[in-house]
């Protein structure tokens, strides 16, 4: 048989070292390490579960803002408008790009934020159901200022194109008037300032005409990116409004005036 003293020693030296002696395995140091590990573990654990949970809270924002996008902006066309060149895509883009920007920057900071929690092991403590749910409010809320601010921005892109075709067409007349009346509007070699008060009230008229373009196409642009939910018919109703004007000034100094500006009384 094969001595075993070697064996035995190196047991009994184990035996004492972690101290079974005292109460056996439990008693013992070892067991003492074991469940310090175990507390351990269950820490790591822990930190990871929240992590975790706060992680799909955000990540589940994330989709809900991509969702958000591609409902209100990716499904518009993206063809440029026929007057505008804009097409509605770009337009709704531009209009709402604050809003998503701080809709993203929110959700990525919370994203950052849980991630630090893990890293450091906090997690457990910092990320809990409340930390979550006020999280996915302001989320919600973020998402919200940025869909609110594409309602109807397909139609108001469709209405602000037509409304500035409208317009250039009205600038485009207003210099073709012009042009007409400086050609007729010229006194006759041997009679010098003629018509020099015709010329100084039909240029004044022209420049309330010009200055009244202005003022539409400057209100239109202010309601096409301040105010775009009302602007479709408001638009519509502010540039005629302002022709029906520029028209009756026009007919009301025809009836002062010779023939040669019957050419421009059309505005």
């Given at each position: 048989?094969?001595?075993d003293?070697?064996?035995?020693?190196?047991?009994?030296?184990?035996?004492?070292?972690?101290?079974f002696?005292?109460?056996g395995?439990?008693g013992?140091t070892?067991?003492?390490?074991v469940?310090?590990?175990?507390?351990?573990?269950?820490?790591?654990l822990?930190?990871?579960?929240?992590?975790?949970?706060?992680?799909a809270?955000g990540?589940?924002q994330?989709?809900?803002?991509?969702?958000a996008w591609?409902?209100n902006?990716?499904?518009?066309?993206?063809?440029?408008?026929?007057?505008?060149?804009?097409?509605a895509q770009?337009?709704?883009?531009?209009?709402?790009?604050?809003?998503?920007?701080?809709?993203?920057?929110?959700?990525?900071?919370?994203?950052?934020?849980?991630?630090?929690?893990?890293?450091?092991?906090?997690?457990?403590?910092?990320?809990?159901?409340?930390?979550?749910s006020?999280?996915?409010?302001?989320?919600?809320?973020a998402?919200?200022?940025?869909?609110d601010?594409?309602?109807?921005?397909?139609?108001?892109?469709?209405?602000?194109?037509e409304?500035?075709?409208?317009?250039?067409?009205?600038?485009?007349?207003?210099?073709?008037?012009?042009?007409?009346?400086?050609?007729?509007?010229?006194d006759?070699q041997d009679?010098?300032?003629?018509?020099?008060?015709?010329?100084?009230?039909?240029?004044?008229a022209?420049?309330?005409v010009n200055?009244?373009?202005?003022?539409?196409?400057?209100?239109?642009?202010?309601?096409?990116?301040?105010?775009?939910?009302?602007?479709?018919?408001?638009?519509t109703?502010?540039?005629?409004?302002?022709?029906?004007?520029?028209?009756?000034?026009?007919?009301?100094l025809?009836?002062?005036h010779?023939k040669?500006?019957?050419?421009?009384t059309?505005?």
């Amino acid at each position: 048989m094969k001595d075993d003293a070697a064996g035995d020693f190196a047991a009994y030296t184990v035996y004492g070292e972690y101290k079974f002696y005292l109460n056996g395995v439990e008693g013992s140091t070892l067991m003492s390490e074991v469940k310090a590990l175990d507390t351990d573990i269950e820490a790591h654990l822990a930190n990871w579960r929240a992590y975790t949970a706060s992680k799909a809270v955000g990540e589940e924002q994330n989709t809900a803002l991509k969702s958000a996008w591609d409902t209100n902006i990716g499904n518009l066309s993206d063809a440029d408008g026929v007057n505008s060149k804009q097409s509605a895509q770009d337009y709704a883009k531009v209009l709402s790009q604050s809003e998503y920007n701080a809709a993203k920057k929110t959700i990525d900071a919370f994203l950052v934020e849980v991630k630090g929690y893990y890293d450091n092991g906090t997690a457990a403590t910092a990320c809990t159901p409340a930390f979550n749910s006020e999280f996915a409010k302001k989320a919600s809320d973020a998402i919200k200022k940025f869909t609110d601010k594409l309602v109807n921005v397909d139609k108001n892109h469709t209405a602000y194109d037509e409304v500035l075709g409208k317009i250039n067409s009205t600038k485009a007349h207003y210099n073709e008037q012009l042009q007409a009346f400086m050609k007729v509007a010229v006194d006759p070699q041997d009679f010098s300032g003629l018509y020099e008060t015709m010329r100084t009230e039909a240029h004044n008229a022209f420049n309330e005409v010009n200055l009244g373009i202005v003022a539409v196409e400057r209100k239109t642009e202010r309601m096409r990116t301040i105010r775009p939910q009302k602007r479709d018919m408001r638009l519509t109703r502010t540039l005629w409004t302002a022709c029906t004007r520029k028209q009756t000034r026009c007919v009301n100094l025809y009836g002062q005036h010779p023939k040669t500006m019957t050419i421009y009384t059309r505005l």
